[in-house]
């Protein structure tokens, strides 16, 4: 007697299963591809919005600007001191509000490389003791952004005296 394969009714053929195999892989292809397209365009967006970000940032302080710059054209019309005064004034307010901050050290403060510029080392003025890498002067004043140093402070720093025993003759020495 000859065995043949009975397929039961609720089974499905070979043929169907393949069919609903490929059916799910093309499915979840699709699914793939719209998710890989979603990201591709999420990404594309974030970078228009921010070149966009980046080439109107600094609109607002220039806003804060135009009515310095108006300021100062007619104080220079007029020749009037106060009004060069009032535009100093306005300038600053500016700056402020876009949180640009002035580095501007005493003498007697401790140097700071990390926001200030040493020009010059010298000795302190007699009468003015100076620890060494302190402050003596500022020659122009530094600005920061928030923590970022936009420019140091160039300043004059105290240097240590250079008169030991092996070197009789140094620079202190001449008057």
């Known amino acids: 007697m000859q065995e043949e394969t009975v397929q039961p009714q609720n089974e499905k ?4 299963l393949l069919a609903e195999a490929h059916a799910r892989i093309e499915q979840q292809r699709d699914t793939m591809m719209r998710a890989v397209a979603d990201a591709e365009n999420a990404r594309k967006r974030a970078q228009a919005e921010a070149a966009t ?18 300021s100062l054209e007619a104080a220079l019309k007029t020749g009037d ?3 060069v005064e ?6 600053r307010a500016a700056l402020d509000k876009a949180r640009i901050r ?9 140097f700071d490389p990390h926001r200030h510029q040493a020009m010059a080392a010298v000795e ?14 500022v020659m122009q004043k530094g600005y920061s952004l928030h923590d970022r140093v936009l420019r140091p402070a160039l300043v004059t720093i105290a240097k240590a005296l250079e008169k030991n025993a092996e ?7 001449l008057d």
Do not use: C, H, W
């Not at 053929?13 to 169907?16: A, R």
């Not at 009032?86 to 300038?91: D, F, V, Y």
């Not at 002035?102 to 401790?110: A, S």
């Not at 302190?124 to 002067?137: C, D, L, Y």
């Open 13 to 16: 053929s070979l043929e169907e």
């Open 53 to 70: 970000a980046q080439k109107y940032a600094l609109e607002r302080f220039a806003e804060g600007l135009l009515p310095v710059m108006d």
């Open 81 to 83: 001191i106060s009004g």
């Open 86 to 91: 009032l535009t100093l004034k306005q300038l």
């Open 102 to 110: 002035e580095i501007d050290p005493k003498p007697g403060e401790r």
């Open 124 to 137: 302190a003025p007699p009468g003015e003791p100076r620890e060494p890498n302190t402050i003596v002067s």
């Open 167 to 173: 070197n009789p003759i140094s620079d202190t020495d």
